[in-house]
């Protein structure tokens, strides 16, 4: 079952392991751009893309507006068909081998726009310069943009939207957020994240140290299993993904991304300090 939880409404399309995503240009070419390198690229640069791709849902097809796939794609028999309308992109379900996902998603990085874009209004720039400010964007490097968790007792998904995340001042904000978004009271979830979130996160950070892209506005999506009973039968192993989403006004650059790494880096600490808040 597909779960979104942040983003636009209606962009994402669930085809069972595969999603078909309408997405921006700037969207499709950055994947383009990851997945296809070129043979006369430095060697650092495809060490470093096919570093990322390690952290983003595997992505088997990339079509213009027409439906028409773009030379090189598909690369799977079972992608499904293009949406025509706008260019989209065949992705990896990252739900799919979940019984029921809890997702978080979790906007990264000081800088919600692409400042390289000579496109861009003036209007929008100043837009996004002031969403950040007033939101813990620009002083932390994240802001928590939405989450579902499973009700076992009632067998359904709870929904919180922007609003809790936008509303956040303080690291003790975002802390309380991730507690209700990863479920950080019961020692079970706390557990998982220490276990299993934890070192793919720290693993992310450490990876994008070295990897020089900008990741402007791009979310980290949080998914663990929240089915008990599939906890308890060892059905989901790892019972958690970590992954990059939204890459739409991402480029690959000179440099690595100075604020995602800081937003990675209050993620981390806050996940693991509450952890061991909960199980000492």
Not at 26 to 52: G, Q, S, V
Not at 102 to 124: A, H, Q, R, W
Request: aromatic share 6%; net charge neutral.
């Amino acid at each position: 079952m597909l779960v979104q939880v942040g983003g636009h409404p209606g962009t994402v399309h669930d085809h069972g392991a595969w999603v078909i995503k309408s997405c921006l240009e700037t969207e499709a070419m950055f994947y383009h751009a990851t997945y296809h390198t070129d043979p006369d690229e430095e060697a650092a640069l495809i060490r470093a893309k096919n570093a990322l791709q390690d952290y983003l849902p595997a992505c088997v097809g990339i079509a213009d507006p027409q439906g028409v796939w773009l030379p090189g794609w598909p690369t799977h028999a079972s992608t499904p068909p293009p949406i025509p309308g706008a260019y989209s992109i065949a992705l990896e379900n990252l739900t799919a081998p979940f019984r029921h996902a809890n997702v978080c998603d979790i906007k990264l990085g000081t800088i919600l726009y692409n400042e390289t874009n000579p496109m861009i209004s003036d209007e929008k720039r100043e837009r996004m310069q002031r969403k950040a400010q007033e939101t813990t964007s620009a002083k932390f490097g994240l802001r928590i943009t939405g989450w579902c968790t499973y009700d076992a007792a009632t067998d359904t998904m709870h929904r919180t939207d922007k609003q809790p995340g936008r509303a956040a001042r303080t690291k003790s904000d975002v802390a309380r957020l991730l507690i209700d978004a990863l479920q950080l009271k019961d020692a079970r979830y706390a557990r998982i994240v220490r276990e299993a979130m934890l070192p793919r996160l720290d693993a992310l950070r450490t990876s994008l140290q070295s990897i020089p892209v900008q990741l402007r506005s791009t979310s980290v999506l949080l998914v663990m299993e929240g089915d008990p009973v599939s906890l308890n039968r060892g059905r989901t192993s790892p019972p958690v993904d970590v992954r990059l989403i939204d890459l739409a006004h991402s480029h690959w650059s000179n440099t690595p991304d100075e604020g995602v790494q800081r937003g990675l880096n209050l993620l981390y600490e806050l996940c693991r300090d509450l952890c061991t808040q909960l199980l000492g």
